[in-house]
């Protein structure tokens, strides 16, 4: 099993989500050295203005993106548990501070 994933990012209006990008993580590196703290992830896509099945391959797939998007900072956080727990949360103000000195 490969411990690299592909993460979509979209933005968001009234219309409909498209896929503006994707970046690409490392499971092994978040759960390891990563584990709890803030980094930048490079955001790569099709250049602007662009539609089609080659435009959706290059947004969907970080190794085909011609084009960086910009980068998005993340906080991954890795535990021990027994099952899996998928779960949406806003994020806590004392964890917006931590992550000001990385803006």
Known sequence: MSSRVVMKLFDEDKISDEIVGSLLFNLKECIGPR???Y???NVYGSP?????????????NPELGSTWKGRILIHVS?????KPVCMVKNIDPEEIEKAQPYL
């Open 35 to 37: 584990n709890g703290k």
């Open 39 to 41: 980094f930048w992830k």
């Open 48 to 60: 602007l203005g662009c539609s089609g099945d080659n435009t959706n391959n290059m947004n969907s």
């Open 78 to 82: 890795a535990e021990k548990t027994e």
